[in-house]
Nanobody, 125 residues
Framework: QVQLVESGGGSVQEGGSLRLSCAAS????????MAWFRQAPGKEREGVAA??????????YYSDSVKGRFTISPDNSKNTVYLQMNSLKPEDPAMYYC????????????????WGQGTPVTVSS
């Protein structure tokens, strides 16, 4: 059974950085579509970063809200996917979830079969 475990969340000042980790077991991330979603209280779950293995390597995708600030990167040797978050803003606080799918699901959360328990991120001004 696929298991995803996130870590690395916490509290940071506006403009600061955090790196989230998602450790996967049960399969190798490079053969799957991995993504980070976030959900703030009272808001819908939002996809922010995704990585997919292609025949020539991998492709990454970002939502407009985080493009240029967040970086998703898999470490196949550790079965881990990271989300480096820089220049954090007041609108970034949320519970951040790692998810895995067997196809290019992009931001369709219903297509992701495996989810972690989430790790919280707060930003103080």
């Amino acid at each position: 059974q696929v298991q995803l475990v996130e870590s690395g969340g916490g509290s940071v000042q506006e403009g600061g950085s955090l790196r989230l980790s998602c450790a996967a077991s049960g399969y190798t991330p490079r053969r799957n579509y991995m993504a980070w979603f976030r959900q703030a209280p009272g808001k819908e779950r939002e996809g922010v970063a995704a990585v997919v293995a292609t025949g020539r390597g991998q492709a990454t995708y970002y939502s407009d809200s985080v493009k240029g600030r967040f970086t998703i990167s898999p470490d196949n040797s550790k079965n881990t996917v990271y989300l480096q978050m820089n220049s954090l803003k007041p609108e970034d606080p949320a519970m951040y979830y790692c998810a895995a799918a067997s196809r290019d699901a992009r931001w369709d959360s219903l297509a992701y079969a495996s989810w972690g328990q989430g790790t919280p991120v707060t930003v103080s001004s």
